[in-house]
């Protein structure tokens, strides 16, 4: 039988790696110019961002681009 304890511990881990897999995919894309490395656009995937060139996040996927 298994304990309740267990099944908890599973549960909170099981919780914990699906949080931290979609807080991974919310963070916005800023693509970089190739050339310039200068910030082209911002792809936010979050509804409640509004981040541009101009206000970058503090963390992005860097992206290069020509």
């Known amino acids: 039988m298994i304990k309740l304890s267990g099944?908890?511990?599973a549960?909170?881990?099981i919780f914990g790696v699906l949080?931290?897999?979609n807080?991974?995919?919310m963070i916005p894309d800023v693509h970089f110019s190739y050339s310039n490395d200068v910030c082209?656009?911002?792809i936010n995937y979050n509804p409640e961002d509004n981040y541009s060139c101009e206000?970058?996040?503090i963390k992005f996927n860097?992206?290069?681009v020509k």
């Open 55 to 57: 206000n970058l996040p």
């Open 11 to 13: 549960f909170v881990g």
């Open 40 to 42: 082209v656009e911002v």
């Open 7 to 9: 099944v908890v511990f």
């Open 23 to 25: 807080m991974a995919l």
């Open 62 to 64: 860097h992206v290069w």
């Open 19 to 21: 949080y931290a897999i």
